[in-house]
């Protein structure tokens, strides 16, 4: 096995992992049996259990982003209908099967206190969905500020689904963004879209 299929590999196996049990009830060493590497050479890429969080966490990250405005892209042409978009793909996320909530704050909760790394990961994806969601409201006509408004709207979201087990936070979360959008004048009939009870 070559050196990126390996660390491919242990990744893969670190996120099912991770995501599913949950960081500290995972050891080293269920890592290793999944992935199918010696102990010694998952330790060769990750010295450390936090080195290998922080490592499978950068990697979602990067996939997660890149998901969500793959989709936003791709589902809406209007800015207004691009910020909408956003939450019509948590819906799709949340309805997966083992969707268990954010990554970052499961981690960050579980570790955040006593493992600085986990903690700037965690806090670097917040602030690259609040980027995000900054772009999109500016673009829509949107007032300063508004984006962090969407962010905490996506947020609850995620929460409200992983506590409750459904995609309907999405579209509660989607119906507000149409209200913000709609008070703030953005275009492409966000506003009619949010009243008419448009959902993901």
């Given at each position: ?33 999944a ?99 900054d ?21 609850g ?13 999405a ?10 959008l ?19």
């Amino acid at each position: 096995m070559d050196t990126d299929a390996a660390r491919t590999r242990i990744l893969d196996a670190a996120e099912e992992l991770f995501y599913a049990q949950g960081v500290q009830s995972v050891g080293m060493d269920a890592v290793r049996t999944a992935a199918g590497v010696t102990l010694r050479r998952l330790y060769q890429f990750f010295p450390s259990k936090d080195d290998l969080v922080v490592a499978y966490l950068e990697r979602r990250d990067r996939r997660w982003l890149a998901e969500l405005a793959d989709h936003v892209d791709a589902a809406a042409d209007s800015p207004a209908e691009r910020v909408l978009a956003v939450y019509d793909w948590l819906a799709d996320w949340f309805a997966r099967p083992g969707f268990r909530g954010c990554a970052f704050v499961n981690s960050y909760g579980e570790l955040g206190a006593t493992a600085p790394g986990v903690a700037a990961v965690a806090r670097r994806h917040k602030e690259a969905l609040r980027d995000y969601l900054d772009g999109l409201a500016e673009d829509a006509g949107c007032p300063v500020g508004t984006g962090v408004r969407l962010a905490l709207l996506a947020e609850g979201a995620i929460t409200l689904a992983a506590l409750t087990r459904t995609p309907a936070p999405a579209a509660e979360a989607r119906e507000v963004a149409g209200v913000l959008l709609a008070n703030a004048g953005a275009s492409a009939g966000a506003g009619a879209g949010a009243s008419a009870g448009v959902t993901g």
